[in-house]
DNA sequence: TTGTAGGCGTTATCAC
DNA sequence: GTGATAACGCCTACAA
């Protein structure tokens, strides 16, 4: 059986009130006493009850990370540098997967977790608008959205400024003299904010060329994997007119669609230019090195950490949107 | 203010502990009861207090996943299923970064971490045989060792057999034709077990072969990162008798290899062969196809959780030892 | 500066 | 089958 602070008080002749000021760290303590106790807990070993302090303090020091998937190599980039921020801010994180699955998002959001077991949530959502504003209401919990969501005034939310990163993405292609330019990343159901963003940030970039706006050339990817990509791709090269440039809206899709123009027998960039999002690591020592849009995953982390702790500390705070910077960069995979 | 156990008694009616039952699932409620308390509780949108149910109980349904770093593939797709196991067994997922940091490691392990927060922990070491032996002792958490440490009989376990796995790659390069075989991953400081054990399967399969060892075709990576793999193969690359193929510790090692490879003008597998370990995803994608050492991570998990939850439930159970099974993959890197 | 006591919300031990 | 009541280990007014 573990010590508690009682058997420490016992030990030492103090009262409990007195070790848990040394424990905490208190300000005042004489040094006798100090040094007495510090000695008893050490030699009984004591280490606070985290469960206990958090039932008396009402804190956890734990925060929740929901992602679709942790083994998506920008969600575990994103979660590698959560981690280390809210270390630094003494929070620990959990990590749920939603898996692509609406309702376990939002049974993640409303459900049985928004209980008093995480002090706050960051949340990369799949979910629609409306459904995020219909599980506002009820909880308190706070909770900073993440990525590439529409700001809708009712949560902080740190995310990129999507339909310039796309627009970006689609200027590069075209000035390095691409003109049809295919899509890959818009999504069968309307209902996700991000591909929508993207798609008019993809579209915007063709009209302001002066380029038609082909249908056929943007292909839905269900769940931004390199599977979804080498599908998309291979179905545009089996197409009448084929692009010769592609803009993937993950750079996830990106190797996936890379694979599958090599499988057709064409080069990148010299047939078919690729850029997508994310800044993956795999795509700078990939053949070719992917161009991308860089996200700075470990600023997006510091904010939303940042923000959550506020909230946590002050719960009455105006929701904020942070933007995050994006930026091109270009590599092999564009290079004329 | 959320509502209590005791607020909804009040308002059913009835006594805590009829609530507590009908909450708990417990057997012996009446059915008239139970509907009025359920009705009471949606009433109020009752929830369990899972800290004061932890503090009463003795188990937080928590598990802590201690990894270096969780972005490398092979942690995040391991992390991804021990997550989903830990979920079928209804425990929740911590996950905390090592950073390849040995006091780090030490410290989550026997320092404030070795409180009640979780109820087992899941560590995926980097430190000696020798440290792990020294700080067993004091701790009674169940502790489930993951992927390639030798078994000390002392901690439940689950890995490949890594001297197998290290040998059955190189045999495959030999029987492909190939003589001098370099290795990347053995480790500068020799207290690790995994580079050791591989190290020994390259050794004993070169052996087997009848081809000397040349400790020049060895080389250090401290991280198993692309950027190690990038330099060591291209220190390789620039010694005066080339190798004509490159066994890899990991598969990332093996990715950033490769580049270097192109990046000197060679080809791949005509003049050298490569051949990594973990079968991560991006090698399925690569150009060429990366030849692996496929490791199972869902059934690591599975074991793994099977046996932090088992020990939870029994902590004197016998340390067991669960060798996991590896699959050779030949693909493109290696084609003959 | 230190001691005492009450309560955080739940489950478990007693009675009935 | 159900109702009161004591812990679980800690923090913190309130006293001293």
Redesign the interface.
Known sequence: M?ATLRDVAERAQVSMRTVSNVVSGYTHVSEKMRKRVLEVIDEL?Y??????R??RTGR?G?LALVVP???V?YF??L??DV??AAAAFGY??????TGHDHDQERELLTG?D????FDGILFSPLVTKAELLEMSS?TRMPIVLLGEHEFDGRYDHVAIDNVRAAHDAVAHLIASGRTRIAAIGAQPLEEYATPQQRTAGYESALSEAGIDIDPRLAKPAAHYS?ADG?RAAAELLAQSRRPDAIFCFSDLLA??A??AI?DAGLSIPEDVAIIGVDDI??G????PSLSTVSLDTAFIAEQAIARVTARIDEPELPPREVVAPHALVVRESTAH
Chains 1, 2 share one sequence.
């Open positions: 573990p070993d280490r606070p009850n985290p469960v206990a958090s039932l956890t734990l998937e942790i083994d190599p575990s980039a979660a590698r981690i280390n620990r994180v959990m990590v749920d997967q049985a928004r209980t008093m077991l009820p390199r080498y190797m996936g890379m694979r090599f690591e795999e700078r020592y990939s053949r």
